[in-house]
Nanobody, 124 residues
Framework: QVQLVESGGGLVQAGGSLRLSCAASGLMFSRYSMGWFRQAPGKERDFVAGISWNGVSTASGDSVKGRFSISRDNAKNTLYLQMNSLKAEDTAVYYC?????????????????WGQGTQVTVSS
C-alpha cells in the first residue's frame, strides 16, 4: 500500500520560510517522479514543483520560481520543499504526489498517488 505523508506545514509570517517533507512508503521511491501541488479554498489544485526520479530535472510553477526549491533523498524515501520569502497568497493545503513516468508533468491528473496534505498559512 502506497503512503505519502506530508509534514512541516504551519503558520508563518510573510517573508518567512518553511520546509515541507513527504515520507514515502509502499513504492520504489527512486523510480518515481515526485511533485508538490497546492490547493487554496475554492481554487483548483495547482502545480508547485516537481523533480525527476534521479533528481536531475526539476520544474517549478511561475508563482514560486526563485522562492521555492524541491529536492529528494532517495536513500531516505523523502521529498522536500524549501519555501522562502513566503507570501500570503502561498496559503494553501500542500500535497505531495508521485507518478511512474520519468517526466515531471504539471497536470494533477497525470499523477498516480497523493498524500493527505499539510496546511500552510502565511499571515500578512
Amino acid at each position: 500500500q502506497v503512503q505519502l505523508v506530508e509534514s512541516g506545514g504551519g503558520l508563518v509570517q510573510a517573508g518567512g520560510s518553511l520546509r515541507l517533507s513527504c515520507a514515502a512508503s509502499g513504492l520504489m521511491f527512486s523510480r518515481y517522479s515526485m511533485g508538490w501541488f497546492r490547493q487554496a479554498p475554492g481554487k483548483e489544485r495547482d502545480f508547485v514543483a516537481g523533480i525527476s526520479w534521479n533528481g536531475v530535472s526539476t520544474a517549478s510553477g511561475d508563482s514560486v520560481k526563485g522562492r521555492f526549491s524541491i529536492s529528494r533523498d532517495n536513500a531516505k524515501n523523502t521529498l522536500y520543499l524549501q519555501m522562502n520569502s513566503l507570501k500570503a497568497e502561498d496559503t494553501a493545503v500542500y500535497y505531495c504526489a508521485a507518478r511512474t513516468g520519468i517526466a515531471v508533468v504539471m497536470s494533477p491528473r497525470a499523477w498516480d498517488y497523493w498524500g493527505q496534505g499539510t496546511q500552510v498559512t502565511v499571515s500578512s
